[in-house]
Nanobody
Framework: QVQLVESGGGLVQAGGSLRLSCAAS????????MGWFRQAPGKQRELVAI???????NYADSARGRFTISRDNGRNTISLQMNSLKPEDTATYYC?????????????WGQGTQVTVSS
């Protein structure tokens, strides 16, 4: 059983910054890609940023240049530094990871953390 726990969401004014964190715990041999997704009301969940086990990153166009994803393999954590936030960044942000354990693969989701950007 693997758990992903997010933290760091909140309310911020447009132009402000927030830092999200996600910690994976449980039965883990190795974690491949880890990423952040978001879902706004009435919209589909979308990728925000993803980072491989060796640090290769990829960003959605909406996040590139404003958000930075980072990873600590020793602690099984990732973070998302979000700068120059816009009202359209308002959403529930979810952490996701590709977990390898005992020859099996799983991709659990965290419970989500709310980010609200006021104009």
């Amino acid at each position: 059983q693997v758990q992903l726990v997010e933290s760091g969401g909140g309310l911020v004014q447009a132009g402000g910054s927030l830092r999200l964190s996600c910690a994976a715990s449980g039965s883990i041999n190795r974690i491949n890609d880890m990423g952040w997704f978001r879902q706004a009301p009435g919209k589909q969940r979308e990728l925000v940023a993803i980072i491989s086990s060796v640090g290769t990153t990829n960003y959605a166009d909406s996040a590139r240049g404003r958000f930075t994803i980072s990873r600590d393999n020793g602690r099984n954590t990732i973070s998302l530094q979000m700068n120059s936030l816009k009202p359209e960044d308002t959403a529930t942000y979810y952490c996701n990871a590709l977990i390898i354990w005992a020859g099996t693969v799983s991709d659990p989701w965290g419970q989500g953390t709310q980010v609200t950007v006021s104009s």
